[in-house]
């Protein structure tokens, strides 16, 4: 599919791109949208409480659909099976990008509770692996093979990882061969990096998006990023980097502990997040000790519940 918004009816432009062509329209009637992956009827008016109301249509800058809202739920077909879903987003070549099962508007009356309510157990296949969840969003690279799982945070998951079996929340990310390139721990895991073990854990991802998570991996297997609380990072004869702390949401006189983020290719040590740090791994030895917070660090929870 690679289908232009000149090609559907009732259009007005709503918004530009700095060169003047438009970035999104609204449709004021029903369009219907066939492709290779379904027939997709995009949302035009509001039908029923709990779903998100949206009809503009977002563009790609040559013209091409990028993504939008269905009047109703429709069936996409994707490498990973046929799975119904509320929303939908393309490259600019027409290839499929990410599907939504469930797009709801979360407000005082429409919880997230209510929301995960209505999600259904989707089974994921890859080639590589295989596990059943509830999932906010799925990508997919322009070939169609699997990019990306982002999970309820509700979910758990256990698979074999390069880490070992791991439990995993969030979201994680695959090589388009289908091998796991990331994953949100859900628990610490113990990681082998090239300056020793590593307790890998972030007690707040942001669950946004499992394109990106707190443990990566090269294509090999090996450990290419890490986030951790647990330890701190002493340069031999020169700095010290630790997890950092940032003030509590809800409780002024509590602090939340912010991962230390550390990565690694074949020559060099990354550390830090706003400001970035660059060691050769040659030229600089390295000691790993412990970090404690002053919270459990499996209990932090942004929500106003402590």
Known sequence: MCISYH????VAAVGYFDDGSPSEISIASENLIVSEYGMFIPQYCPWEDGRRYESVIRLHRNGKLKSFTMQHRAKVK?????IEC???SFYDDGSLNRIFPLNGKLSGYWSEAMEYALAEDILVNNGNYSFSAKIISAAFYPSGNLKSVTLWPEER???DTPAGKCQIRTGLSFYEDGRIKSFEPAVPVKVSTPIGI???????PDGICGDVNSLEFTPAG????VSTVSEKVVVVGGEEFLPGERRNLCFDTITDPVPLRIAFDDVHLFLGSQELFVYKLDDFSFELLPYRHQRNIEAVKYACNH
């Open 198 to 204: 590593i307790s890998a854990f972030n007690p707040d």
């Open 222 to 225: 090996k450990v290419k990023k």
């Open 7 to 10: 090609d559907l009816d009732e």
């Open 86 to 88: 509320d929303a939908i």
């Open 157 to 159: 998951i256990i698979l």
């Open 78 to 82: 994707t490498s990973i099976g046929t």
